[in-house]
């Protein structure tokens, strides 16, 4: 666990730097195949093989869930426009019942 409080912050921040990564390549990949320059079945297909690769442990746990999430979207159909919407949904871990 953490040691003191600039640690906690420190882990935070590192989290907000990731999710924030994630949310701009996935933002670059929605406009790819809004611009018919990504086939969704190839995509989903390689982010298949990537978690395929994946270690299944705790450190990998938050990645391989919002990119099967995504790839659900992919596979559902989901047009880009509820693709985009819903993508800070996603890294954030779900809908917050508010």
């Known amino acids: 666990m953490y040691e003191n409080t600039a640690e906690m912050r420190t882990s935070s921040m ?4 990731v999710k924030g990564h994630i949310a701009a390549t996935m ?3 929605h406009a790819m195949i809004d611009q018919k ?3 969704r079945d190839r995509l989903d297909d390689f ?3 990537f978690i ?3 270690p299944h442990n705790r450190d990998t746990l938050g990645l ?3 990119l099967d999430q995504w790839r659900q979207g992919l596979r559902d159909g989901r047009e880009e426009q509820e693709l985009r919407e819903t993508l800070f949904e996603v890294i954030n871990g779900g809908r917050h019942q508010g």
Do not use: C, K, N, P
Request: glycine share 6%; no cysteine.
């Open 14 to 17: 590192e989290l907000e730097f």
């Open 27 to 29: 933002t670059l990949i």
């Open 37 to 39: 320059v990504m086939d």
């Open 47 to 49: 982010f298949a093989g």
């Open 52 to 54: 395929s690769q994946l």
């Open 64 to 66: 391989r869930l919002v």
